[in-house]
């Protein structure tokens, strides 16, 4: 077989730069190679469970790539020999390319616990026969440990009450959360997780898993028919390395262009190394829209520097929901911002989400914004609040990615509504960075 793009991974990295490159490059032969005969939406795992009830209704149709012209080969890339560029699959023999993409995606952790192979036992996968087989144990179960307090522990905990499950998890720091938010938030996502009746455990660890539950390093047993851990992924680099590509612990390392060590082949999504936004530094970062945006630059440039960037860095912005608030979080969080040793401001503001604050439905919604101190130039921010939470973090994360300053953003022209925003003379964020500013202007 012979193409002229060879793409592995069928995941959204590689979804995405199979599209962008089609649109780019029309002429061009493009081969998508995945393991799956199906792909799911990863962000929507959890939500098969309590929401969707059924896996088939969390996948991307082929049809995304089918439609366009791009070609889907169900298999196993084994070997990829650099100077001949030739792939060796598993089941369809070689094939030769002009440009590789590597989308391979990451692989769940599996900590070091007694019992962590038990048939009790489930981790995060990214398969529907796998994610079946969980759903039909969830089913037969009625308690759950879930071993990891991030975004996907939390998510799983929330969506298994539904079902009326007894939930319980376990996380060695002190909050939920707490890798991607202040402890104020964490603590209002503990909140809603407690008035649902999820057991928290933190500061703990599991140092066994029985048929029955785990047992902590305190002693105490949590009964749980089943146990899902969610304690995060590695990159899948293993192929990386076979070919001689250079990789590190956090990924196969890349440019700005996603271009890898060896001419001609590209890395994107979670399996590529990112790099923090404001330090340069390694970022563990493993988010859809972060390997979408990858994908998008990998994708036009396959062939020539179509779409000129300089890709700073990865911010991360992050958003969940838990119960009945939303949380989002973009940039740095104070926490963060200390440890680095930045010289910032907070601001603060709390509205209410709609005008007026009587309205049915209404959230309060909290705001906390970082400044730099010399500047005011924008570094992080956290919102806490209703269902529009998603949406205006994305909003905060543009105007920190695009270098504004607590003055520039106060002074953003925004469109409100009293169904939808809070009041026109009381916008959340913009009310929190003017919060900023006169800390900053107190400082001079």
């Known amino acids: 077989m012979k193409t002229d793009v060879l793409i592995i991974g069928g995941g959204p990295a590689g979804i995405v730069t199979a599209v962008t490159a089609k649109q780019n490059y029309p002429e061009k032969r493009i081969v998508v190679v995945r393991k799956e005969k199906k792909v799911v939406v990863s962000c929507g795992i959890p939500y098969i469970f309590g929401t969707l009830r059924d896996v088939e209704k969390n996948l991307i149709p082929d049809s995304v790539l089918t439609s366009k012209g791009i070609d889907i080969l169900v298999d196993e890339i084994e070997d990829v020999d650099m100077e001949k560029k030739i792939a060796k699959s598993k089941s369809h023999g070689e094939i030769e390319f002009e440009k590789l993409v590597l989308a391979t995606g990451s692989i769940p952790i599996k900590p070091p616990i007694k019992g962590i192979d038990g048939n009790n036992v489930f981790f995060v996968r990214k398969n529907p026969e796998y994610l079946q087989e969980l759903m039909k144990r969830i089913n037969e179960s009625e308690s759950i440990v879930i071993i990891g307090g991030g975004f996907i522990g939390v998510e799983f905990a929330d969506e298994l009450r539904k079902l009326g499950k007894k939930v319980s998890i376990v996380e060695m720091l002190p909050h939920v959360l707490s890798t991607s938010f202040d402890d104020e938030f964490c603590e209002l996502a503990?909140?809603?997780?407690?008035?649902?009746?999820?057991?928290?455990?933190?500061?703990?660890?599991?140092?066994?898993?029985?048929?029955?539950?785990?047992?902590?390093?305190?002693?105490?047993?949590?009964?749980?028919?089943?146990?899902?851990?969610?304690?995060?992924?590695?990159?899948?680099?293993?192929?990386?390395?076979?070919?001689?590509?250079?990789?590190?612990?956090?990924?196969?390392?890349?440019?700005?262009?996603?271009?890898?060590?060896?001419?001609?082949?590209?890395?994107?999504?979670?399996?590529?190394?990112?790099?923090?936004?404001?330090?340069?530094?390694?970022?563990?970062?493993?988010?859809?829209?972060?390997?979408?945006?990858?994908?998008?630059?990998?994708?036009?440039?396959?062939?020539?520097?179509?779409?000129?960037?300089?890709?700073?860095?990865?911010?991360?912005?992050?958003?969940?929901?838990?119960?009945?608030?939303?949380?989002?979080?973009?940039?740095?969080?104070?926490?963060?911002?200390?440890?680095?040793?930045?010289?910032?401001?907070?601001?603060?503001?709390?509205?209410?989400?709609?005008?007026?604050?009587?309205?049915?439905?209404?959230?309060?919604?909290?705001?906390?914004?970082?400044?730099?101190?010399?500047?005011?130039?924008?570094?992080?921010?956290?919102?806490?609040?209703?269902?529009?939470?998603?949406?205006?973090?994305?909003?905060?994360?543009?105007?920190?990615?695009?270098?504004?300053?607590?003055?520039?953003?106060?002074?953003?022209?925004?469109?409100?509504?009293?169904?939808?925003t809070p009041a026109p003379t009381a916008p959340a964020t913009l009310k929190a960075a003017e919060d900023a500013l006169i800390k900053i202007c107190g400082n001079k």
Do not use: W
């Not at 029955?212 to 390093?217: E, M, R, T």
């Not at 590695?234 to 390395?241: K, V």
């Not at 399996?271 to 970022?283: G, I, Q, S």
């Not at 401001?345 to 209404?362: F, R």
């Open 190 to 420: 503990e909140e809603e997780l407690r008035k649902i009746d999820v057991g928290l455990h933190t500061n703990s660890k599991v140092v066994e898993i029985k048929n029955g539950g785990v047992v902590l390093s305190t002693g105490e047993e949590i009964a749980g028919d089943i146990v899902i851990v969610c304690v995060g992924a590695r990159p899948n680099i293993d192929l990386a390395e076979k070919m001689g590509l250079k990789v590190s612990k956090n990924g196969i390392v890349v440019d700005e262009y996603m271009r890898t060590s060896r001419p001609d082949t590209f890395a994107v999504g979670d399996c590529a190394e990112k790099r923090d936004f404001f330090t340069r530094e390694v970022k563990p970062v493993m988010l859809a829209s972060v390997a979408t945006a990858e994908a998008r630059i990998a994708g036009a440039n396959l062939y020539k520097i179509k779409a000129f960037k300089q890709f700073k860095g990865t911010l991360g912005i992050f958003a969940t929901k838990v119960g009945n608030i939303a949380l989002g979080a973009a940039g740095l969080i104070e926490r963060q911002a200390k440890k680095e040793g930045f010289d910032y401001v907070v601001g603060k503001s709390e509205v209410a989400d709609k005008h007026p604050g009587t309205l049915p439905g209404t959230i309060k919604v909290r705001v906390k914004l970082l400044f730099t101190k010399q500047g005011g130039f924008f570094i992080g921010a956290q919102i806490a609040g209703g269902d529009t939470v998603g949406e205006m973090i994305n909003l905060v994360g543009f105007a920190i990615e695009s270098g504004y300053t607590a003055p520039r953003y106060m002074t953003l022209q925004i469109g409100t509504h009293p169904l939808l």
